[in-house]
């Protein structure tokens, strides 16, 4: 079985980036991302901490602004319409999820679509699924790119994605679909699942749940996508997720969607931790940087 290393493709994708962001900078200015943080969801600071360091190591200029958390809908739109009026921000990304008050939607439609590098404006989402280019959501093309950079074909191959998000399960699906792929959908209504599940070549996990498939649900040989990212914090569940070991060492475990002692008997996988996990910021980068060329080119 194949460990397939999301840094690897990780640092892959990061330097190839690295002489893109100089042409643009040798155009005027560098690559821009704004981020935009409401509240103080602990989570989200570190993702948004993370965001902000990858854009500072590849040179890429960005902001991070922080509104309250109390911050009304009209204001926060204000903010987002100045983004969309500043020539030197080509991306701008709305860390979801929003305080509870704020219409996400709403939000999501007021980014000018050009400079969506999430790629979740309905514009974008219409542009994936009929093929015309624009960015695409970063988790499903980090995936694309693991399975590109091993050499695993899609083309032919049963592919079975779990879990139906607007942000992992519907685009991964429409992007396998793309790359001639049989795809299926499953969801927390599916019946089947395990019988689903065990016919894929290619099985992508984004459901949510620590270590919630086990070995029956993988066919001999199958390329396993954990997408899944659940952090464990008692000594029971991590033990129960085959974490005990991560858990001893740092007070809690994280733990893909997955049971990690039971992918032997797969072809390829993806460890959780680095797996996906690093693909979701390169592939923000990438898109950060396809902004930005496509708006110096204008
Ligand atoms: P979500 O909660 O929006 O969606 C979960 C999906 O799983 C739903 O569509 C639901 O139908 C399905 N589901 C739930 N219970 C199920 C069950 N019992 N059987 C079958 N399907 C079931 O979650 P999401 O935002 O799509 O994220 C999924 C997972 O991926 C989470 O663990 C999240 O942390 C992780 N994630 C990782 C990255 C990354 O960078 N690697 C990015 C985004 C999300």
Redesign the pocket.
């Known amino acids: 079985m194949t460990q397939l290393d999301g840094k690897w493709v990780r640092d892959q994708i990061l330097a190839e980036l690295a002489p893109r962001v100089e042409s643009v900078r040798a155009k005027g200015r560098p690559p821009g991302l704004a981020v935009v943080l409401a509240g103080h969801d602990p989570a989200s600071d570190i993702y948004v901490r993370n965001k902000v360091k990858a854009c500072q190591e590849l040179g890429i200029h960005s902001e991070k602004l922080t509104p309250p958390a109390d911050i009304t809908q009209d204001a926060l739109l204000a903010i987002i319409a100045g983004l969309n009026a500043r020539p030197e921000i080509d991306g701008i990304l709305v860390q979801m999820p929003l305080p509870k008050h704020l219409d996400e939607r709403a939000v999501l439609l007021a980014i000018d679509p050009a400079k969506d590098v999430d790629g979740f404006h309905p514009f974008n989402v219409g542009n994936l699924v009929n093929g015309t280019p624009g960015p695409r959501p970063?988790?499903p093309s980090?995936v694309m790119e693991m399975l590109r950079r091993y050499q695993i074909p899609a083309a032919g191959k049963r592919a079975v994605v779990?879990?139906?998000?607007d942000?992992?399960?519907k685009p991964m699906a429409m992007m396998l679909l793309h790359a001639h792929a049989t795809v299926t959908i499953?969801?927390?209504?599916?019946s089947n699942?395990v019988e689903e599940a065990s016919r894929a070549d290619i099985l992508v996990a984004?459901?949510?749940?620590p270590a919630?498939l086990r070995g029956d649900s993988i066919k001999p040989g199958a390329t396993v996508i954990d997408?899944?990212?659940?952090r464990v914090a008692d000594r029971e569940s991590a033990a129960r997720c085959g974490k005990l070991a991560a858990f001893e060492k740092n007070g809690s475990a994280v733990v893909g969607?997955v049971h990690p002692d039971e992918v032997a008997h797969a072809g390829a996988y993806t460890p959780v931790p680095g797996g996906?996990?690093p693909?979701?910021i390169a592939m923000l980068m990438a898109n950060t940087v396809a902004a930005a060329e496509a708006r110096c080119s204008v």
């Open positions: 970063c988790t980090g779990i879990g139906r998000s942000i992992v399960g499953c969801h927390s209504r599916t699942l984004a459901i949510g749940r919630f997408v899944g990212i659940n969607d996906v996990g693909l979701t």
